[in-house]
């Protein structure tokens, strides 16, 4: 399926299907994110429930340290 996750289209295999398996990539595991999909906002208690669908739009904003 494509979803496109902070602007750009990823084709995600079948081992990602929610929002907690796209949290688990490597790119965003261990992060504190918000997420927005399709443009309302994802509560972490419900990552592990809200299934990905052809065409999501999935804006992850993680917090960087530094001065």
Known sequence: ???TVNGKTQRLG???RTLE????RPEWAGKLVIVELNGE???REVY?????SEGDRV???HFVGGG
């Not at 398996?21 to 688990?24: A, K, Q």
């Not at 592990?48 to 990905?52: K, P, Q, R, S």
């Open 14 to 16: 079948e081992s990602c």
């Open 48 to 52: 592990g429930e809200t299934l990905l």
């Open 21 to 24: 398996d796209l949290l688990s």
């Open 1 to 3: 399926m494509n979803v």
């Open 59 to 61: 804006e992850l904003v």
């Open 41 to 43: 906002l994802a509560g």
